[in-house]
Every structure is written in structure tokens, then in C-alpha cells.
């Protein structure tokens, strides 16, 4: 008799975990931290000099990534993916994602520059850019965003070293979810149709 | 040797032996480096980066190694080799020296290298990938479209010269 009970009991355990795991947020594959990051304070020029606030609009995402455009290959390999990532919705959702790039560059990256950069792999896209070194490092440190300006003459190549992480993040200015440099477009495109049929 | 010899299982393994060591001698040359799956990324028309990537795959017993890369000038200024790397510190650190902030860094930092030599260990493949190692554009002279190709001469310093020809595509083929 106990050993009957005992695997009812077993399966009552396994129902019970195929429900939690069937529901809510465990289905994001991308870092999902504890407690999130808040960064509705946050807020970064575009090309027209409007203060932009790294929230995204009622019900919608916003994806938010720091680079520069002279980056032959983090940089553009994540925008691609990125790219590849929202092409992978229905367009209804499509429509309700957007990218913001803040160029950790604002010497070589003007506002042009930034702007055709993004207009190569989005339709619409911010362009973030502030030569104001405080109000970068304020946006970069909310997002724990590290970076290094290589050593310079003036006029001279350099490289920039930078966190190479994308943000999702919310109507409420919180981050949602974290995609690291290597993610896949598939998982990404799954991450974003559970977050937007949450709203 | 003579038909006879072959019946007997030694003989004929050490001829078959000595058939496909011939065979083996003359096709290991000096190039026994293959180089498949050549791409770059196309690049935005404001861009002065580019990259391309690769398959190199070293089919002989002696280990090998690029060691330098060129393009026409008509494609860029310069190409060097590189390698993305995450920085060593970071992803446990915190922000503005602790006290007060508890914002946990976001992943380690990445940076490129230049790098004088891949190398391309014997009977191994290396891949050039995003995210790798990778050849670096310096200064595009034009964007690179999709559709159009590059034709890169890579240098082996064992076997020499070799010129490859990279598809320009959106993503990885």
C-alpha cells in the first residue's frame, strides 16, 4: 500500500512541475536579473537633440544597445542579429519593437553616421548620441554598461571596448530581459513574442 | 612485382601501402590548406569597418599558420587580423567603486586584438567567426553589398600565398 502511495505521490510532483514550468516567465531563454534594472530616468539625445527616455511606448519593446559603428564585428554581427531577430515576428508585433543604438563614440559617430548606421539594418531606429561624457556614463552605469576608449592621437584608428549586451526593456523602464553577445536570433525572436503577449 | 607477388596479403597490403603513400606525396605539395564558407558582412554605407570570416582547414601533418591578409586597394586601405575577446574583469564587478551603487555589471567587456598569426594546427580546422578571430576592413573605400564578392590573398607561412574569394551576405552563410 505505501509503495502505491508513494507513486502517487510522484506523479502529483511531476504534474505539479510540468504546470510551473508550462507558465509565466521561465519561458525566457535570454538573463532575466533579480531584482531588474530600472532605468526609466535614463534619457539620451537623438539626432534632432529631443531627450529620448529608455522606456519603451505603451505595450511595446525597446531594445537598447551601446556601440560604436567603426566596431567591424561585435557591433555589427549584434545588429544583424537583432535585425534577423524582429524580422523572425508577425508584423503586428514587429511593429511594436524598436532599437535604440547609443554609440559609446560620439567622436567619430555623428548623429549622421549613427543614423545611417541603424537605417542599413532597421527601418526605425533611435540613434542615441551625447558628447556630454556625465550623461553618458549616468546612461551607461544604469545599465552596468562598462566601456574604454582606446588611447588616441587625434585623427588616429582606435577601438572602443564595450559591454556588448542587449537590453530589453519595457513600458515601465524596466529591463526585462538581457541578451548577451552570441545569442541567438531564434531564441531572441522567442523572447519578444512572450514579453509582448504578455502586455 | 608480378601478379603472383599481390596474392600473398603482405605483399599486396605493403604495395597498396606504398601506392597511397605515392598518391599522398603528390598531392601534399605545399598547399595543403583549404579555405571554405569565405564571407564578409555587408556593411552600412556610412561604415569604415568591415570584416570577413572563414573556414581554414589544414589537411597535411605539418602544423601551418595565416600570417597576413591583404585586399586591393579599390576595397580598403588595409585588412589585419584580429581576435574578439571578452576583457578579464567585469562580470562580478560592481559600479562606482561600491559603496553606494549595487548595479551588477551587464557581462564582461569585449575588445579586438590585433594578432600577428593564426594559427592553423596540422589535420585541424580553425574558424574565423563573429565573436573570433576575424580579418578587419580598415577604412572601406565602398560599402560592401550583398551579392558582390572579395577576393582576399591570405598568406600561409608554410604553404605560401592563397587567394580566396569572400561572398558579401547579410549573415552567416
Same mark, same amino acid.
Given at each position: 500500500m505505501r509503495a502505491v502511495h508513494r507513486v502517487t505521490f510522484c506523479v502529483g510532483l511531476v504534474v505539479a512541475g510540468v504546470v510551473l514550468g508550462s507558465c509565466g516567465e521561465a519561458e525566457l531563454q535570454g538573463a532575466v536579473r533579480t531584482p531588474p534594472l530600472e532605468v526609466a530616468p535614463v534619457s539620451l539625445p537623438d539626432e534632432s537633440g529631443r531627450a529620448v527616455a529608455m522606456t519603451a511606448p505603451d505595450d511595446q519593446l525597446l531594445l537598447v544597445y551601446f556601440g560604436y559603428t567603426s566596431c567591424p564585428d561585435i557591433c555589427p554581427t549584434t545588429m544583424s542579429d537583432l535585425s534577423v531577430a524582429i524580422d523572425g515576428l508577425p508584423t503586428e508585433l514587429a511593429d511594436r519593437v524598436t532599437v535604440a543604438m547609443v554609440t559609446l563614440d560620439p567622436e567619430r559617430d555623428t548623429g549622421e553616421v549613427l543614423t545611417g548606421y541603424l537605417g542599413h539594418f532597421f527601418n526605425e531606429s533611435l540613434a542615441l548620441r551625447t558628447t556630454d561624457t556625465d550623461e553618458l556614463t549616468t546612461a551607461t552605469s544604469a545599465f552596468g554598461v562598462q566601456f574604454e576608449v582606446e588611447d588616441h592621437a587625434p585623427g588616429e584608428s582606435y577601438q572602443v571596448a564595450h559591454t556588448a549586451v542587449t537590453f530589453v526593456v519595457d513600458d515601465s523602464g524596466t529591463v526585462v530581459v538581457e541578451w548577451p553577445f552570441g545569442f541567438e536570433s531564434e531564441a531572441m525572436t522567442a523572447d519578444m513574442e512572450v514579453l509582448l503577449k504578455e502586455f | 612485382m608480378s601478379t603472383n607477388d599481390l596474392r600473398h596479403p603482405v605483399r599486396a597490403a605493403l604495395a597498396v601501402f606504398a601506392a597511397v603513400s605515392l598518391l599522398g606525396a603528390c598531392g601534399g605539395t605545399s598547399t595543403d590548406i583549404d579555405v571554405t564558407d569565405a564571407w564578409a558582412r555587408t556593411s552600412a554605407a556610412v561604415a569604415n569597418a568591415g570584416a570577413a570570416y572563414m573556414e581554414i582547414v589544414n589537411g597535411s601533418e605539418t602544423a601551418d599558420a595565416l600570417i597576413a591578409a591583404t585586399v586591393d586597394p579599390s576595397v580598403a586601405a588595409s585588412v589585419e587580423m584580429h581576435e574578439t575577446v571578452a576583457m578579464a574583469s567585469g562580470s562580478d564587478t560592481t559600479m562606482g567603486g561600491g559603496m553606494e *551603487? &549595487? =548595479?551588477? %555589471?551587464?557581462?564582461? %567587456? %569585449?575588445? %579586438?586584438? /590585433?594578432?600577428?598569426?593564426?594559427?592553423? /594546427?596540422?589535420?585541424?580546422?580553425? *574558424?574565423?567567426? /563573429?565573436? @573570433?578571430?576575424?580579418?578587419?576592413?580598415?577604412?572601406? &573605400?565602398? /560599402? #560592401?553589398?550583398? @551579392? =558582390?564578392?572579395?577576393?582576399? =590573398? #591570405?598568406?600561409?607561412? @608554410? *604553404? @605560401?600565398e592563397k587567394v580566396v574569394t569572400a561572398d558579401v551576405l547579410e549573415t552567416a552563410p
Open positions: - | *551603487s &549595487v =548595479t551588477t %555589471m551587464a557581462g564582461e %567587456m %569585449m575588445e %579586438m586584438r /590585433p594578432v600577428d598569426r593564426i594559427d592553423i /594546427p596540422a589535420g585541424e580546422s580553425v *574558424s574565423l567567426e /563573429p565573436g @573570433g578571430f576575424h580579418l578587419m576592413f580598415i577604412d572601406l &573605400v565602398e /560599402p #560592401l553589398e550583398t @551579392g =558582390t564578392t572579395i577576393t582576399l =590573398t #591570405l598568406t600561409f607561412e @608554410g *604553404s @605560401g
